[in-house]
Each structure stands twice: as C-alpha cells, then as structure tokens.
C-alpha cells in the first residue's frame, strides 16, 4: 500500500520568515491525521506545499508515493481556503461543471450530494448556501475524483457546532470507507475527536506527534501522604525515580503509572507506616499539553 504523504526536511521561508522548517511528516493509509497548530504555525504552507501551490524552499515531498509532477495530484483531493463556486448556478449544477472539467462522469454528483448529505438542496442556489452547505459543497467536489487521499485545510471554519458535528461524522465515513484524510485544525477538541493520530505544529516545527489513544492514556496517580519525604523516597525505591515527580501544589506526589496500580501503591505506602490522605486518578490533561508545546495559542474548543 503507497504511503499517502511523507515529506523529509521540508522547508518553507517567505523571504525571512520561516513558514515550515524541517518537516519530516508521514501519514499512514487509512487514518486521519491532523494537524494541529495555533494560527501562523505553518498549517496552511504545509498543505498549499503540498498541493503544489508553493513551492517549498527545500525538502522533500511524496503524495501517494509520486513525486511531484504531471500526474501527482489525479487521485488527492482537497479543500483548502473556501473553492469558488458560480453563486447563480444550483449546488448540483456547479458540480456537474466541475465534473466535466476534471473529466469524471456527472454519474458521481448524486453520490458526492449524499455523502455529504446536500442532496436536499442540491437544486438551490449557492448564493443561497449557508456556510456550513457551501463547505460541505466544497467537500463535494473534492470527492469528485474518488480521491484515495483528501487534504482539508480547517474543514470546520466558521461552522456552528452542529456543522461541526456534521464534517467530523462525514469525515469518519469517509475513513471508514478506505480514504485516507489529512486535515489542519487550531481545535484541540476537534482533533481529539475525529483523528486517529495527531502532529503538533508550532513556528513551522512538528513539536509533537502521537496517537489520540496515546495521549490519553498517559494519565497520573496523585498521592499525597506523610511524612513528605518518606513518602517520596519510598514510592521513588519502589517505582523508579522516573516515575515519580513531585506536584504542582503543596505535597501532591504525581506518579506515571497505570490506574490499576492504585491500590497496590496504597498498600506499600500504609505498609510503610505512612498516613495517606489522597490517591487519585487524573485523566491526562490534553489541553495542558497543547498550551505548554504551542505557547498557549491552540483553542480547548
Ligand atoms: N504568502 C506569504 N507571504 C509571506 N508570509 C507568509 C505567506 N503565507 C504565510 N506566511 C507566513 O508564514 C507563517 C505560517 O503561515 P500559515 O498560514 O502557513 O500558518 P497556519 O498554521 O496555516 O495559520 P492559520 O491557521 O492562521 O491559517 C506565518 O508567519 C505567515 O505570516
């Protein structure tokens, strides 16, 4: 199976400012990846890099295992900063034109209107699109070609939540079917929800990337016992001092690992002759790591 994106070094700079530096980026086939990032992370060049629209300053980049050139981009599709449709002519009809244009037969309108659920209104008006419909028009035509990868550049831009709610069930569809999607988004709680794997942009850098799953599952145990530094010397000797820190407030003791130890840890502790007067599960807190590798600038929602 063809790798959809892989870039290597990839490298942006619009005059001084550094847009994209060093990408290496590596999408697996069947997955949504997304790529998140406050505003002028590079979200955007990245994609328009890879799409041909920019070229990159250096590095290398591969869609489907092509190299750029005459035929790369015949099975990718994309949205990217709101496609221009004719306001006049119906939903359906600017699909049909753009059909014809790319040379697919207009026998898959009907089909792209249902997956993205327009079929209702596909003989009105653009002009007379919400914004939510024009995007999910958009989405449309991107589909057109049957593309074995999609590219989306913030798909949920300024819809209302429940359009929202909308792209991400279409866009888990999608996926389910075999289409592999690369989106970009500044929503962490959007990215939580409909990605399998996720890479952190910041000043044109991959700062981190995970699995959904993995970032999940790194909760911690929160102790608090007395004596303090007993309490920290015993739990550092029977854990290892990698999994112990101390907290972030008064006495707290956070260690990393799996909830099911907790009870085992109580034991030790009261064994121990130690007085426990806390032992907590916290859920790994996602926004928190997003606002320490980003500087603050991802949205929680
Ligand atoms: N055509 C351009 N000319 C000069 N600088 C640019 C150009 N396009 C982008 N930049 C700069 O490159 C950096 C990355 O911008 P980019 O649009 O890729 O970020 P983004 O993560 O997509 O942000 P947003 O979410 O705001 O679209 C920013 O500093 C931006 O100002």
Redesign the pocket.
């Known amino acids: 199976m063809s790798t959809p994106v892989e870039t290597t070094a990839l490298t942006k700079y619009?005059?001084p400012?550094v847009?994209?530096e060093n990408l290496n980026l590596t999408v697996r086939p069947g997955e949504v990846y997304g790529f998140l990032?406050?505003?002028?992370?590079?979200?955007?060049?990245?994609l328009r890099m890879l799409l041909g629209l920019v070229k990159p300053t250096s590095g290398r980049l591969r869609l489907l295992d092509s190299a750029p050139g005459p035929r790369y981009l015949d099975r990718v599709g994309a949205l990217i900063e709101g496609p221009t449709f004719y306001p006049y002519l119906s939903g359906r009809d600017n699909l049909r034109v753009l059909a014809d244009h790319a040379g697919v037969s207009r026998s898959r309108v009907p089909e792209v209107l249902a997956t993205v659920d327009l079929t209702g209104r596909a003989g009105d008006r653009y002009a007379t699109y919400s914004m939510g419909m024009k995007q999910r028009l958009g989405l449309a035509a991107a589909l057109l070609k049957s593309p074995e990868l999609l590219v989306l550049d913030?798909p949920t831009n300024g819809l209302d939540p429940a359009g929202m709610a909308d792209m991400r069930v279409t866009v888990r569809e999608l996926a389910a079917d075999g289409c592999t999607v690369l989106l970009?988004s500044?929503l962490l709680a959007e990215v939580e929800q409909v990605c399998d794997r996720v890479g952190v942009?910041n000043e044109?850098r991959l700062v981190l990337e995970s699995t959904v799953a993995e970032l999940r599952s790194g909760g911690t145990l929160r102790v608090r016992a007395a004596p303090f530094e007993r309490a920290r010397g015993h739990l550092e000797s029977r854990l290892g001092v990698a999994r112990v820190r101390v907290g972030d407030v008064d006495s707290a003791i956070d260690l990393h690992v799996d909830a099911a130890q907790a009870a085992e840890i109580n034991h030790g502790l009261v064994g121990a002759g130690l007085s426990v007067s806390e032992l907590r599960w916290r859920e790994p807190d996602l926004e928190e790591t997003f606002l320490r590798l980003t500087g603050g600038g991802v949205s929680a929602d």
């Open positions: 619009y005059g400012t847009a994209v990032g406050p505003n002028g992370a590079g979200k955007t060049t990245t913030e970009s500044h942009i044109g």
